[in-house]
């Protein structure tokens, strides 16, 4: 209400009118009495004065006051375009670690499927070996040890692999 200078104003002058009328009645009222006279008018002089000094006053205080509402917008609006570009910021990087993400899985993929392919074929030769080993009629213990560890080390070969395609999905 009292941040507009004009009602401020008007208010003033409503004041200064009130009390130049006030003055007036009782300078009617004490024509005759040259003493009290001259007291109304010093009293109405101090007062305009005062009415005066406060109006100036408020008007500096309104004007401060403007001044601080500018300034608060223009830190809004400041922040508020860091707000924007921080968050266009955030979409890019979020989208490039997208397209980072989707490019990892992809590889881990391809590259799991191609590690998969030599253990397969190792695996394969393994079996073929231990079943001419079993058909020859002299077993030997220490060979078919050895490919049972080749064996079962391509097998937890395999399943590291899939472990590491579980993880990158």
Do not use: C
């Not at 001044?67 to 570009?85: G, H, K, P, Y």
Request: net charge positive.
């Amino acid at each position: 209400f009292f941040r507009e200078r004009r009602i401020v104003f008007i208010y003033s002058l409503a004041f200064e009118t009130i009390l130049l009328v006030h003055t007036v009645i009782n300078y009617r009222q004490l024509r005759g009495q040259e003493l009290m006279q001259e007291s109304v008018i010093q009293n109405y002089i101090v007062a305009f004065t005062g009415v005066i000094a406060a109006a100036f006053i408020s008007n500096w205080l309104l004007r401060y006051i403007d001044a601080l509402f500018q300034q608060n917008i223009e830190d809004a609006q400041r922040i508020q375009l860091q707000n924007d570009t921080l968050e266009k910021l955030v979409a890019q990087r979020t989208k490039a670690l997208q397209a980072s993400n989707k490019s990892l899985q992809e590889f881990a993929y391809i590259v799991s499927h191609d590690l998969k392919e030599p253990l397969r074929t190792i695996s394969g030769f393994i079996t073929l070996i231990k079943r001419q080993l079993n058909t020859q009629p002299v077993k030997n213990l220490q060979n078919e040890e050895y490919l049972s560890f080749v064996l079962k080390g391509t097998l937890q070969m395999e399943h590291l692999i899939n472990d590491i395609l579980a993880y990158s999905k």
